[in-house]
């Protein structure tokens, strides 16, 4: 047990998504870009894993306007830091949800600045939960660490829609206000 969980602490402390100068700067086509995700992410590359990136998932998130559209069937940089918050945030929230997210995120910021964001605050919250693993060494232990991680994920959870919901009220009055304003003029 003591070396299963000092084996996740590691990979909580070690794993990360490659730093921005890393990201290939040449365009990849899907199957590359899918493959690729799979070392964007801590969970992805799990052998238990059933959340790996698909060619009808990317599709999907074309389709929903939460991905920009392909250079012809090429996917650059910037489609590399969309999908990388795209498929940790969707283990949260909804993609509707993570759209909006994204988009608010993107009014005052490039994609080079939303990522190092992202990443520094990736980085900061896996430290935090490796810490939590520190000293399990009984299933008593495992189990409160268990037991404290859920509660805190929901409490984090619900927190996080209830700001994404304002960001979409708060867009949406917006653009009710411009509409009205464009009528108003005319």
Do not use: F
């Amino acid at each position: 047990m003591d070396n299963k969980v000092k084996e996740l602490q590691e990979k909580l402390r070690t794993k990360r998504p490659e730093r921005w100068e890393l990201i290939p700067d040449i365009d990849l086509y899907m199957d590359q870009i899918a493959a690729y995700m799979m070392r964007q992410h801590i969970g992805l590359a799990d052998d238990d894993n059933d959340e790996a990136l698909t060619s009808a998932m990317i599709n999907n998130y074309i389709k929903s306007g939460i991905l920009p559209r392909a250079n012809g069937k090429k996917y650059n940089k910037d489609h590399i830091v969309y999908l990388t918050a795209i498929c940790l945030l969707k283990q949260v929230v909804s993609v509707s949800d993570t759209g909006a997210l994204l988009s608010a995120l993107l009014e005052n910021q490039t994609t080079q600045e939303l990522y190092g964001n992202y990443a520094e605050t990736e980085d900061h919250e896996l430290r935090l939960a490796a810490d939590l693993l520190d000293g399990i060494s009984s299933r008593t232990q495992m189990a409160e660490t268990a037991l404290k991680l859920a509660v805190s994920s929901y409490a984090q959870k619900y927190a996080c829609k209830k700001l994404i919901d304002m960001l979409k009220s708060e867009r949406q009055d917006g653009s009710q206000k411009t509409k009205k304003a464009k009528k108003h003029a005319d």
